[in-house]
């Protein structure tokens, strides 16, 4: 099991973010190579992974699984639990890329739903010496691959990896639009709100809590807001035009 | 392509069998063997193994002059870098080498081939299938071959380095000649001209990585897979492979 722990480990770390259906397609081959047993459900994969994830905290490396409620999908992250925006994307990218990586971060982090068009991207950000729009598409799908970013409805996100990796950072620099979930402390965006007091948190944090208490956890008003996701309330997270 | 990708990655590459003939890292112990090794992980040790799991995506040899400023000095370096290789083999199954005929370079390898192509991302599929394609034929034409010849012999497969293709991309002369030397898979070498009236000739070899993480019998039966050949009828080549791969194992 050690070998398949490692081989999974060296993949997550090829693709950054992983969706389930990619995991089950890695796995399944690796386990039926080693003749080892697949972890059989969603809790032994999660203990599957959480071993994995012990032996690389050392190493300011980690594996987690993170929610991206724009889409209600569960992402694998693999990250670095002491990146900056700087020390991000600089291996094998030259200066005025990086510097299109932290200023596309602040500019998307910056927005009311931290959302941008996508055409928002190829405008001028700042940078020194802009890069050409090729070099901007090329450098956008290998970020959206690599789960720092995510496109849909013609807006890009801040991505699943973004969300692990850069926590401390959109929290500190950026807390105008960007919290966390007062129930568990990671953060928390394109959520479900109280109607109350405006207040957000993750809809699995906040249905827990709503088993046993009928107040939001901030303003104490009664909980109104529906739990289950609809998609006027998700249309309602995407940028205007 | 996904049934050949996984029959020729099903065979012992031959970094894993160098692992156990060759004894892995020796060369790394032999030459910090005069140096008092630092057996506890303290924050120099985590430095170059941040360093090293941060490049070694991109396949490009570390150099020890990239790696000594993180820690110091070079003895500072060479003390440690048998505990990060430990660390590495023991935690992400990544094998630490550091190249034959290269001045204190160092690669990272897996310790296993992959088991399918979902290891690899969409992205990275085709440039491996063209990298097999191009040391399957330095290989038949026994291990050095004219640039102009290999391109040409692309074109016959209907990939155009200087076009885009549709499953291999663009910019492939740039992969070819850029990225996959950097990478030390592919090695560039230039002729002396014999004659005044000769021009220079640019020949195309095996890199060092390619022989570390390929074995020859591996790329013989990756080229029967592509062509819809059995084995058999390339039994002379594989034999010439074997004794190959026994030769330099």
Same mark, same amino acid.
């Given at each position: 099991?050690?070998?398949?722990?490692?081989? &999974?480990?060296?993949?997550?770390?090829?693709?950054?973010?992983?969706?389930?259906?990619?995991?089950?397609?890695?796995? /399944?081959?690796?386990?039926?190579?080693?003749?080892?047993?697949?972890?059989?459900?969603?809790?032994?994969?999660?203990?599957?992974?959480?071993?994995?994830?012990?032996?690389?905290?050392?190493?300011?490396?980690?594996?987690?699984?993170?929610?991206?409620?724009?889409?209600?999908?569960?992402?694998?992250?693999?990250?670095?639990?002491?990146? /900056?925006?700087?020390?991000?994307?600089?291996?094998?990218?030259?200066?005025?890329?990086?510097?299109? &990586?932290?200023?596309?971060?602040?500019?998307?982090?910056?927005?009311?739903?931290?959302?941008?068009?996508?055409?928002?991207?190829?405008?001028?950000?700042?940078?020194?010496?802009?890069?050409?729009?090729?070099?901007?598409?090329?450098?956008?799908?290998?970020?959206?691959?690599?789960?720092?970013?995510?496109?849909?409805?013609?807006?890009?996100?801040?991505?699943?990896?973004?969300?692990?990796?850069?926590? &401390?950072?959109?929290? @500190?620099?950026?807390?105008?639009?960007?919290?966390?979930?007062?129930?568990?402390?990671?953060?928390?965006?394109?959520?479900?709100?109280?109607?109350?007091?405006?207040?957000?948190?993750?809809?699995?944090?906040?249905?827990?809590?709503?088993?046993?208490?009928?107040?939001?956890?901030?303003?104490?008003?009664?909980?109104? @807001?529906?739990?289950?996701?609809?998609?006027?309330?998700?249309?309602? &997270?995407?940028?205007?035009? | 392509?996904?049934?050949?990708?996984?029959?020729? !990655? =099903?065979?012992?590459?031959? =970094?894993?069998? %160098?692992?156990?003939?060759?004894?892995?890292?020796?060369?790394?112990?032999?030459?910090?063997? !005069?140096?008092?090794?630092?057996?506890?992980?303290?924050?120099?040790?985590?430095?170059?193994?941040?360093?090293?799991?941060? *490049?070694? %995506? #991109?396949?490009?040899?570390?150099?020890?002059?990239?790696?000594?400023?993180?820690?110091?000095?070079?003895?500072?370096?060479?003390?440690?870098?048998?505990?990060?290789?430990?660390?590495?083999?023991?935690?992400?199954?990544?094998?630490?080498?550091?190249?034959?005929? =290269?001045?204190?370079?160092?690669?990272?390898?897996?310790?296993?081939?992959?088991?399918?192509?979902?290891?690899?991302?969409?992205? !990275?599929?085709?440039?491996?299938?063209?990298?097999?394609?191009?040391?399957?034929?330095?290989?038949?034409?026994?291990?050095?071959?004219?640039?102009?010849?290999?391109?040409?012999?692309?074109?016959?497969?209907?990939?155009?380095?200087?076009?885009?293709? #549709?499953?291999?991309?663009? *910019?492939?002369?740039?992969?070819?000649?850029?990225?996959?030397?950097? !990478?030390?898979?592919?090695?560039?070498?230039?002729?002396?001209?014999?004659?005044?009236?000769?021009?220079?000739?640019?020949?195309?070899?095996?890199?060092?990585? %390619?022989?570390?993480?390929?074995?020859?019998?591996?790329?013989?039966?990756?080229?029967?897979?592509?062509?819809?050949?059995?084995?058999?009828?390339?039994?002379?080549?594989?034999?010439?492979?074997?004794?190959?791969?026994?030769?330099?194992?």
């Amino acid at each position: 099991m050690e070998l398949v722990k490692r081989a &999974f480990l060296r993949a997550s770390k090829n693709h950054s973010a992983l969706s389930y259906e990619l995991i089950d397609q890695i796995l /399944t081959p690796l386990c039926e190579l080693h003749k080892v047993d697949k972890p059989s459900n969603m809790e032994a994969l999660k203990a599957f992974v959480s071993e994995i994830d012990a032996s690389i905290r050392g190493f300011d490396q980690t594996l987690v699984f993170v929610k991206h409620a724009l889409k209600n999908e569960e992402y694998l992250v693999y990250a670095k639990t002491d990146a /900056t925006p700087d020390t991000i994307a600089n291996t094998g990218l030259v200066a005025e890329e990086c510097q299109y &990586f932290a200023k596309l971060l602040d500019k998307i982090a910056g927005e009311e739903n931290c959302c941008m068009a996508w055409n928002g991207a190829y405008r001028d950000l700042g940078i020194e010496k802009p890069l050409k729009k090729v070099r901007m598409q090329e450098l956008i799908q290998k970020w959206c691959q690599m789960g720092y970013f995510l496109e849909a409805e013609d807006n890009i996100y801040l991505g699943p990896r973004t969300l692990v990796e850069l926590s &401390f950072y959109l929290r @500190t620099n950026h807390a105008e639009n960007i919290d966390s979930c007062k129930l568990c402390s990671n953060l928390v965006l394109w959520d479900i709100r109280c109607e109350s007091c405006d207040i957000q948190y993750h809809r699995d944090c906040i249905r827990k809590f709503l088993q046993k208490r009928s107040n939001c956890p901030s303003c104490n008003e009664l909980w109104k @807001t529906p739990l289950r996701a609809s998609i006027e309330g998700r249309r309602s &997270f995407t940028s205007q035009p | 392509m996904a049934n050949t990708f996984r029959a020729s !990655q =099903a065979s012992t590459s031959r =970094a894993s069998q %160098a692992s156990t003939s060759r004894g892995g890292n020796n060369s790394l112990l032999s030459q910090s063997s !005069q140096l008092v090794q630092v057996t506890a992980v303290d924050d120099k040790v985590r430095s170059i193994l941040k360093y090293i799991l941060d *490049h070694s %995506a #991109a396949k490009i040899p570390m150099k020890e002059k990239d790696l000594v400023p993180l820690v110091g000095t070079k003895s500072d370096l060479q003390s440690r870098l048998p505990l990060v290789a430990k660390l590495l083999a023991k935690r992400y199954g990544i094998r630490l080498h550091q190249l034959k005929d =290269a001045t204190k370079m160092y690669i990272c390898m897996a310790e296993a081939p992959m088991a399918s192509i979902h290891e690899m991302t969409p992205d !990275q599929r085709p440039q491996l299938t063209l990298l097999y394609i191009i040391l399957m034929y330095i290989f038949l034409r026994q291990m050095r071959i004219e640039d102009t010849k290999l391109y040409a012999m692309l074109e016959l497969l209907g990939i155009r380095v200087d076009e885009e293709h #549709a499953y291999f991309g663009s *910019h492939l002369r740039k992969l070819i000649e850029d990225t996959f030397v950097k !990478q030390q898979y592919v090695k560039r070498e230039r002729s002396q001209p014999e004659g005044a009236f000769e021009e220079t000739k640019t020949y195309m070899l095996w890199g060092l990585r %390619a022989k570390e993480e390929f074995a020859y019998e591996q790329i013989v039966e990756f080229s029967a897979k592509i062509l819809n050949k059995p084995p058999s009828d390339f039994s002379e080549l594989l034999e010439v492979a074997k004794e190959l791969d026994n030769q330099e194992s």
